[in-house]
């Protein structure tokens, strides 16, 4: 029964998650350096020289995580009018844009690609990172891995927090995996067991991104309450629902 | 105020000699890129070689074939230059890949001693992986550290599917070799 694909599917699982922690080390900002080379080729527009070097050495990622944190923090210390600033962030595989995304549908009817209900234990046979689950709301409700084991969503119906959704994905391997459309000052740094985390106020829309960059489009929708985004070094989640961020950091401390 | 692009929209307008549109693509891209980078050898260049890629892919912007997934296309620049600069350095020592040496707080609960061998045995993969043949450490680096798919490494390292196939199946059968059988056994064994 399980020869050959037994050992190998366990030598690729073993491989996956070594891959999620090997140490590299962090990349630079290379936004303004790029700019200005191309700049030089089409010659002729005479542009202000960005600090690329100071840029450069200001970004750390201090985990495996993707936190740019130091430039929402440029973008909130300078929210309109700075020309060639990145009008894209990313954290810990969600990408923060301004200004008003896609269209979502009108009723909650929103999904992932293909979605999948099943057991916690069986989930957590069937995807390549860990599924941590917040000690803070007990044994989820619902429990559904979407895209073939690249999002799992956990999700509660309890009180005082009525309907409250977790998405975990493995954000830190640099790829996108949500996409939101949030006014910047309505996110805030906040930190979750030591590690950086977002702060989201309010609902936003929030689309969901393909493995190969394209958004899904069945799956844009509106949040509801407000949304926390962090990660371990080895697993990125996002929490939703009608929380108070006190709540939502204590839900968020105590996953595991 | 600026709307967030499909990368679509962005290669179309980039490809006008808009740079503001190609300025999103490189901040999307330049983490995957670098995190490629690095696992592909180039190791403390990753950031000079990401920069060579970004400034080739625009160059060449007029090759990429509308509607193809700007992810992989980019990424066959970013190995390209990779295996350049190893070529031209020839040093391979420094480029083995590492696991940090200390965890912190990752994963705080569970059994010290289940920790400490499953840590003892990653640091094992990690150096059966270093010491593979070149091509067989590329599949696997993209296949499992890049989570590229099959087709997406194809590629990205130019090789035909079949060989995609071939070396990870090869290299995964050495590997299996270098670590300890002790489990997965179909055969109950005494």
């Known amino acids: 029964m399980a020869d050959r694909t037994g050992w190998q599917g366990a030598v690729e699982s073993e491989l996956r998650a070594v891959g999620r922690e090997l140490a590299v080390p962090p990349a630079s900002d290379l936004t303004a350096a790029v700019r200005q080379r191309l700049e030089g080729q089409t010659a002729g527009r005479d542009m202000p020289t960005v600090g690329a070097g100071a840029l450069r050495r200001q970004l750390r990622w201090r985990t495996a995580l993707v936190v740019v944190v130091a430039l929402l923090a440029v973008l909130i210390a300078a929210p309109q009018g700075r020309a060639v600033i990145i009008h894209v962030l990313r954290f810990a595989g969600v990408e923060l844009g301004q200004g008003p995304g896609p269209v979502p549908s009108p009723r909650s009817s929103a999904s992932l690609p293909g979605e999948r209900r099943m057991s916690l234990e069986q989930a957590r046979r069937q995807v390549s990172f860990p599924i941590l689950v917040p000690a803070a709301l007990g044994r989820p409700g619902e429990v559904v891995v979407s895209d073939g084991g690249r999002v799992v969503s956990v999700i509660y119906r309890r009180a005082p927090y009525g309907l409250v959704r977790i998405d975990e994905f493995a954000g830190h391997l640099d790829q996108v995996y949500f996409r939101k459309f949030v006014p910047l000052s309505n996110a805030a740094k906040v930190e979750v067991n030591g590690l950086e985390g977002l702060w989201i106020k309010g609902p936003h829309e929030l689309v969901y991104i393909t493995r190969n960059g394209y958004s899904a489009t069945a799956s844009a929708r509106l949040t509801t309450g407000n949304t926390l985004i962090w990660g371990t070094s080895q697993v990125a989640l996002r929490l939703e629902g009608d929380l108070s961020k006190t709540a939502a950091l204590a839900i968020a401390s105590s996953a595991h | 105020m600026r709307r967030v692009i499909d990368d679509a929209a962005a290669i179309a307008r980039a490809r006008d000699g808009d740079l503001d549109a190609y300025g999103v693509l490189v901040a999307r891209y330049t983490l995957r890129a ?157």
Request: aromatic share 6%; proline share 6%; charged share 25%.
């Open chain 2, 34 to 190: 670098h995190r490629a980078a690095y696992l592909l050898g180039a190791g403390e260049e990753a950031d000079d070689v990401v920069q060579e890629a970004f400034v080739k892919a625009f160059r060449n912007l007029s090759r990429f074939r509308a509607g193809e997934p700007f992810g992989p296309w980019l990424l066959r620049i970013v190995a390209n230059e990779a295996k350049n600069l190893s070529r031209s350095r020839r040093r391979r020592a420094a480029l083995a890949l590492r696991l940090p040496s200390a965890e912190p707080s990752a994963a705080a609960a569970g059994n010290p001693i289940d920790e400490a061998l499953a840590a003892e045995r990653r640091a094992q993969l990690v150096a059966a992986v270093n010491a593979l043949p070149d091509r067989e450490r590329q599949v696997l680096v993209c296949r499992y550290f890049l989570d590229l798919s099959e087709a997406e490494t194809a590629r990205v390292l130019a090789w035909p599917l079949g060989s995609v196939k071939s070396r990870t199946s090869r290299a995964l059968s050495r590997l299996r070799g270098l670590l300890v059988p002790a489990e997965q056994d179909p055969v109950s064994s005494g």
